[in-house]
């Protein structure tokens, strides 16, 4: 079965300052990969996705993720944080099945300091 | 511009009441979902439709019920039976769940239940 685990609930970083949320999947077969964000009492947005095509996935805003197969790793990268990147991101594997399912992972909120 | 609504945003129901929330696409999408969130937990799918007149249960169906009567709208009634039903419920759309790769969802607002 495919689960996706999420290491930290809360990451806090001063503006300018490199961004890691950190995310780990279980799967039986190759997956695929999204990261999502949701700023409050909105829905998600897709920030990037994973099909296995390169491992190295550009996203919007400025956000970038590698898929590391032998670590099973999927971590969210950026290079510098603005303040209106605060926000909960949700790491997100599909089963890829008939159905698409989709399984979330418990989500990383993101405090970004002046 | 194309999207998902969902209506109300917010809503307050006492115990013992039906509520019916609503979700309409303008995207042409075949498959629409609901999802419910709660704080630390991520989503949990509730239902999903892949087609008109048709859907299935997610993984925490029971105590809530829909409709697909139309590829547009995906109405979710939270009933009396929801032990639980506060929470933030989100409606989602795609435009194919089946075949290779993955299809991604795009998301309404979202609508807030409050029990009281």
């Known amino acids: 079965a495919q689960s996706v685990t999420q290491l930290d609930s809360h990451v806090s970083v001063s503006e300018g300052t490199p961004v890691l949320l950190r995310c780990n999947y279980s799967s039986s077969y190759s997956p695929s990969l999204f990261w999502y964000v949701q700023h409050p009492n909105k829905g998600l947005q897709l920030l990037l996705k994973y099909t296995s095509a390169a491992t190295l996935v550009k996203g919007i805003n400025g956000f970038e993720a590698e898929f590391k197969k032998s670590e099973t790793s999927f971590h969210l990268t950026k290079p510098s944080a603005h303040m209106s990147d605060a926000a909960e991101y949700f790491c997100v594997v599909s089963d890829g099945g008939a159905t698409n399912k989709l399984i979330f992972g418990t989500g990383t909120l993101l405090a970004v300091q002046p | 511009d194309g999207g998902i609504t969902q209506s109300p945003k917010y809503l307050f129901r006492k115990e013992g009441q039906n509520v019916t929330l609503s979700c309409e696409q303008n995207?042409?999408?075949?498959?629409m979902y609901w999802y419910r969130q709660d704080p630390g937990q991520g989503l949990r799918l509730i239902y999903y439709?892949?087609?008109?007149?048709?859907?299935q249960k997610g993984d925490i169906a029971e105590g809530y019920s829909v409709s697909r009567e139309k590829k547009e709208s995906f109405p979710l009634t939270v009933t009396s039976a929801q032990k639980n039903p506060t929470a933030f419920y989100l409606c989602?759309?795609?435009?194919?769940?089946?075949?290779?790769?993955?299809?991604?969802?795009?998301f309404g607002a979202g609508s807030r239940l409050t029990v009281l």
């Open positions: 439709s892949q087609i008109v007149n048709d859907f």
């Open positions: 989602a759309s795609s435009t194919r769940t089946a075949g290779t790769g993955a299809n991604v969802l795009t």
């Open positions: 995207l042409n999408h075949d498959a």
